[in-house]
T-cell receptor, first 111, second 114 residues
Framework: KQEVTQIPAALSVPEGENLVLNCSFTDSAIYNLQWFRQDPGKGLTSLLLIQSSQREQTSGRLNASLDKSSGRSTLYIAASQPGDSATYLCAVNQAGTALIFGKGTTLSVSS | DTAVSQTPKYLVTQMGNDKSIKCEQNLGHDTMYWYKQDSKKFLKIMFSYNNKELIINETVPNRFSPKSPDKAHLNLHINSLELGDSAVYFC?????????????FGSGTRLTVV
């Protein structure tokens, strides 16, 4: 059974720092992996989608990598800003089930 | 245009009542989902429909019944509400069970049972 783990559970950084959020999964037979952002009391916003055949995807200051064989993905945020404060969720999609989520990393960026 | 819309956004009701949450997507996707986000913010799949056919039914009490009148709509009906049903319920959609694309989520329905 697929399990998705995100480390750390919480992270506090000063504005301007580059940071890395980690995601690991136990079953490498995935279609794709998706990173989401959730602000308090709000819905999920999709940030990046990486197909199983891809190694990375970039959007603005965000870069997500995928190493399917080792069951790992990282979300790199460059030059963090207070507006980046949110919970970041990693989720994997595979055959026979729906998107399986990690428990998230709550990021706080101070000005 | 909202891609995946849920109504209502907030729902406060008493134990024992029956309530429904509606979801509609205008993305032309063929697969829709209901997720539950508990008090610890963990998201867990409840149901999934593909072209109006139920394809995923996780261990959910029989009091929860999804209904898909067409592939653009997936509603969730809950009977005999209990305190433990309080949570945020998210609807989502994808194309071809997201083999190549991703999921799009609605903004959630916060259900409070008192």
């Amino acid at each position: 059974k697929q399990e998705v783990t995100q480390i750390p559970a919480a992270l506090s950084v000063p504005e301007g720092e580059n940071l890395v959020l980690n995601c690991s999964f136990t079953d490498s037979a995935i279609y794709n992996l998706q990173w989401f952002r959730q602000d308090p009391g709000k819905g999920l916003t999709s940030l990046l989608l990486i197909q199983s055949s891809q190694r990375e995807q970039t959007s603005g200051r965000l870069n997500a990598s995928l190493d399917k064989s080792s069951g790992r993905s990282t979300l790199y945020i460059a030059a963090s800003q207070p507006g980046d404060s949110a919970t970041y969720l990693c989720a994997v999609n595979q055959a026979g089930t729906a998107l399986i989520f990690g428990k998230g990393t709550t990021l706080s960026v101070s000005s | 245009d909202t891609a995946v819309s849920q109504t209502p956004k907030y729902l406060v009701t008493q134990m024992g009542n029956d309530k429904s949450i509606k979801c509609e997507q205008n993305l032309g996707h063929d697969t829709m989902y209901w997720y539950k986000q508990d008090s610890k913010k963990f998201l867990k799949i409840m149901f999934s429909y593909n072209n109006k056919e139920l394809i995923i039914n996780e261990t959910v009490p029989n009091r929860f019944s999804p209904k898909s009148p067409d592939k653009a709509h997936l509603n969730l009906h809950i009977n005999s509400l209990e305190l433990g049903d309080s949570a945020v319920y998210f609807c989502a959609s994808s194309q071809d069970q997201a083999r190549t694309g991703g999921y799009t989520f609605g903004s959630g329905t916060r259900l409070t049972v008192v």
